[in-house]
C-alpha cells in the first residue's frame, strides 16, 4: 500500500477493515539462483491485510481532549490514510500551508495559529500530523494558571486569618494586662486582670493580681490605720489644749513679766508664742523656708537662755534659699541633738553652726557643732533608724518619701570632734 494508490486495491477504506487478493503470477527463489515461476499445480498464495484506524485514534488519545485537535495518517502522495475524521479517509491533504510557518512548529490554518508536530514512520513511510490550535493549548494552561493563582490566594487568605486568630489570642491578654498595669499606676490597686491566655501569660496574670492584693491590704493595715492614728491625737490634742486660750494667756505672762522689768521672760514668751503658732498652724508638709528659720531661731534663742553660756551660734544662709520650700521643722531635731547630746559635758564653749547653700539647683543644709561626737558606726546606727532620736528618724523618712533619691542626710562624726550633718533638697 507503501507503493501503490488505495484505490488500486478495489476497496472503500471507509468501511472495510481487511482486504484479501489472490496472488496468480509470482516467482520463487532458487536455492541455486535466480528464479523460477510458481508452479500451477500448487494453489496460489493469499494476501490479506487488516487495516484498523482505531487504532491510530487511540494513539492520538492524548491531543484529542484539546478542543480543535486533529491527526493525520498520509503517504507519501499526501494520501490519507487515517484521520481524527474518518469520512477524510483517502482524500488528498492539502499541505501546501505547512511551507509557511509562523515559528518552528507553529503554522496558520484559515487564520488560527496550529502547533503541528511531524513524524514519518520508518515501517511503511508514511508521514503522521497532530494539529492542535495554540489558543486551546493556551487555554488550558490559563485555566491551570488560575485555578493556581486562586488556590494560592486561598492559602493566603487562611493563613492570614489563622495568624491574625493566633495572635489575638496572644496579644490581647497582654493588652489587658498592660492596661491593669497603667490603672495601678494610676493609683487603682482595687483592679484585678482576668486570668486567661497561655500558661505564661495566665501566671503573669495571677502574680498581678496577687500582688495589688498584697498591696490593697499593706494599705489598709498601715498607711490608712496611721493616717487615722494621727487624725485621733490631732482631735485630742485640740480637745484638750485650745489655742487661743494658750496665746491669750502667753501674752499676759508677757506683759506681767514687762510691768515687773523682765524683758528676757517677755522675749522668750513671744519666741515661744511664736513656735507654737508655727507648729499649729495647719497641716503642710512642706513650707518655705523663710517660716521654718525664724520658727528655728525662735527655738535656738530658748534653748541658748536654758544653757546660759554653754554655747554660741553661728547662722550663714543664702538669701536665695529663703523663698525654697522645704520639710516643715527638717533641722529642728539636729539641732536639738547638738544641744542637748553634743553640748552635755561642755559648760562653755560649744559653738552650733547653721549653713544654707545652693548647689546644682540643689539647696544644701549642714548642722554642724564641736561637742563631744560619735563614733562612725552609731552615726550609721543613727541615719538607719536603728537607734536615736525618734525626731531625727522621722525627717530622714520623709525627706526619703518626698524627694526619692533626689533627697539625703549624711552625717560625719568622730569622738571629740563634734558631729556634721548634710542635707540635701532639690529646689522646685
Known sequence: LGMKSLQDAD??????????????????????????????????????????????????????????????????????????????????????????????????????????????????????????????????????????????????????????????????????????????????????????????????????????????????????QLIKEREAEIIALNFQLNPHFLYNTLGTINWMAIENNQPDIGRMLMALSDMLRYTSKGRQGVVEFSEDLKWLENYIMIMTSRFEGRFETKIEIDPDLLPAMVPKLFLQPFVENAILHGFENMESGGLLQLKGSIQNQTGVFEVMDNGQGMSPEKCESVLSGDEGHVGTHNIIKRIQLLYGAAGSVEMHSAIDQGVQVRIRIPLR
Open 11 to 224: 476497496v472503500d477504506y471507509r468501511y472495510l477493515f481487511s482486504a484479501v487478493r489472490i496472488f496468480n503470477a509470482m516467482t520463487v527463489p532458487l536455492i541455486s539462483g535466480g528464479y523460477s515461476k510458481y508452479p500451477t499445480t500448487m494453489k496460489s498464495p493469499v494476501l490479506i491485510l487488516n487495516f484498523k484506524p482505531e487504532i491510530f485514534k487511540e494513539r492520538f488519545a492524548d491531543i484529542l481532549h484539546y478542543k480543535g485537535a486533529q491527526f493525520y495518517v498520509l503517504t507519501d502522495r499526501d494520501e490519507i490514510v487515517a484521520s481524527s475524521d474518518s469520512s477524510l479517509t483517502t482524500a488528498v491533504f492539502d499541505s501546501s500551508w505547512l511551507d509557511h510557518p509562523l515559528s518552528e512548529g507553529v503554522f496558520r490554518l484559515k487564520g488560527e495559529a496550529m502547533i503541528v508536530c511531524r513524524e514519518v514512520m520508518s515501517s511503511t513511510g508514511w508521514t503522521v500530523l497532530e494539529i492542535v490550535p495554540v489558543k486551546n493549548i493556551i487555554g488550558g494552561l490559563s485555566l491551570f494558571q488560575r485555578m493556581s493563582l486562586y488556590f494560592a490566594f486561598f492559602l493566603l487568605l487562611l493563613s492570614v486569618t489563622a495568624a491574625i486568630i493566633l495572635s489575638a489570642r496572644i496579644t490581647r491578654p497582654l493588652y489587658v494586662l498592660l492596661e491593669g498595669i497603667d490603672r495601678t499606676g494610676e493609683g487603682n490597686f482595687d483592679i484585678l486582670v482576668p486570668i486567661g491566655g497561655f500558661h505564661e501569660i495566665a501566671l503573669l496574670a495571677h502574680r498581678f493580681n496577687g500582688m495589688n492584693e498584697r498591696i490593697r491590704r499593706l494599705i489598709d493595715e498601715n498607711y490608712i
